[in-house]
């Protein structure tokens, strides 16, 4: 019994200690939770409204927590001077550039202020500085907007009201539409239609697609190296040649051109009567003329055949065609 | 023969300042006073019974350790398990951690271990001096010239005053790692993260609060215990009404400091 009574002052001494350990921790833990035990410098913020910002409230830079709010109080004409508390680690990182807006801590959180912006072109933010202020969308803004939507949505919904009167009295194209069944029967035709429509354009592309299937294995064909094709398209000598060839029938077309040109300009003058051609085609006195012409040398002509037969009997010329009709009956029989 | 005079039977009427009950209530509050200001006397003077302070903390802090570790581990459980649906509606799950931390610290701990420290350690007073006093121990004591006020009043509201604001820690601890153990089991967040979360929305003040709180408490249920049994009268109905009323004035006052404290608090805040 004296053996545990002599223990108490022990087991109690070691109770208050974990007690008073529990708490040291604590506070610590809270301690840096809050920054509290850390080195700090002083920065201020003027703002309009701070929306029920609390002293103590966190303090974000990038998102990472920097510092808490330390002192709020009313400036000057309706201005509220926001004396923040923020860690000396943070100091290089934020540039007088950096501007202070109030934001939330979540949807419905805690107001926090939130250091953002700023870069190497400003210089590093110094004690006692005034960062820039920007007003940020409140919660008020928001339901300000949401209620210009109600609005809109009522106008819409009111539109909406009066377009289906319209349409339960029957008035107007849409009204038809719903009402007559004859409108509807047509619309069955219509889609009868329309489906057939898209059958063909089914076989269609169907045989599209055996033709791309083609093209796709000519293009292969083309692409395989050893037949004709591919030679044709990938063989440059050919290509000089061609290029050469079409170059040749440029300019034969170019004189068959030129040619044709002639053509027109000759055929143009035979056509006229300023010329010898022209006026043989074209005059009829000329052609009646020519026809007399033709007329006298034919009879010229038949006499001529006669006094050459005479001719050909008279003594003088006899033995010279004696001699020529032997010549040609020797010839005929070496021939046969 | 003369006859003997008659003995009135009728007591004289007794004058009373305001009425019965109203003068017994405001005499008992003058005397509670007088117990208070015999205690700090006391406290304050030579010779120190240091022995019976640690008996005494051994007693009402130790021994009640087990009873409010379970209290507060369950109440951190329970509470977590009530208040996550409300916040779940929200979509606000991650938010348990904050709740809870500020309920139990600000509130919870210091509260529920007073209840019980009420319950267990208030009543054990009043039962053990009211009893003492009723056998005349204390009377003993004073003749045996041994301060009966010194060593048993002064020693057992010292100790519950000191160990109030221990057991308090211990239950803010136990019930913050029941209501992780919870938070774990459904949300599968980290003890780290748990923590952080809960630290970040309680501050300085609250801690303090709370262990300003506890201390008052401590130093109420002391005082309640040891006044009603100090001033236990009638045997041994005495000592049952004794521990009773040491019980319940103990809760009551609580509640009442409970209330002006976080009232103070709040304006500081």
Known sequence: MMTIKSNRPVIVGMFILLGLAILVVTLFTLGGEKKTFVKSFTLNALFTDVNGLLKGANILYSGVKVGTVKKISLYGNAQVLVTMSIENDAESHIHKNAKAKIGSDGLIGNRIIIIYGGDSTGAEIAKNDFLTVEKAVTTEDMMTTLQANNKNLLEITNGFKSISKKIDSGKGTLAT??????????LNGTVDNLQSTVANFKAVSASSKNVLASLQDFSGNLNKPGNSMNALVTDTVIFRNIKST???LEQASNEVTQFTVNLKTTSEKLNQKDNMAGVLL????????????????????????????????????RGFFKKRAKENKIDTIIIK | MIPAPEISETKPAEKYFISKKTDVFFNDIYKVYKFIALFFKEAFSAPFEFKEIINQCYEVGYKSLALVSLTGFITGIVFTKQSRPSLANFGASSWLPSLISIAIIRALAPLVTALIAAGKVGSNMGAELGSMKVTEQIDAM???ATNPFKFLVVTRITAITIMLPILVLYTGFIGMMGAYLNIHQNEQTSLIAFFKSAFGTISFLDIFSSIFKATCYGFTIGVAGCYQGYNAQNGTQGVGR??????????????VEEMVIVQFVNAIR
């Open chain 2, 142 to 144: 004073e003749v045996s």
């Open chain 1, 282 to 317: 074209n005059d009829p006195a000329a052609a009646s003329s020519m026809k007399g012409t033709l007329q006298n040398l034919q009879a010229a002509s038949h006499k001529l055949d006669e006094d050459l037969e005479a001719l050909q009997h008279n003594f003088l010329l």
């Open chain 1, 177 to 186: 539409l719903l009402n007559d069944p004859s409108m509807a029967n047509k």
């Open chain 2, 242 to 255: 004794a521990a009773n009323s040491a019980v319940v004035l103990a809760m009551f006052m609580i509640f």
């Open chain 1, 246 to 248: 079409l170059a040749q």
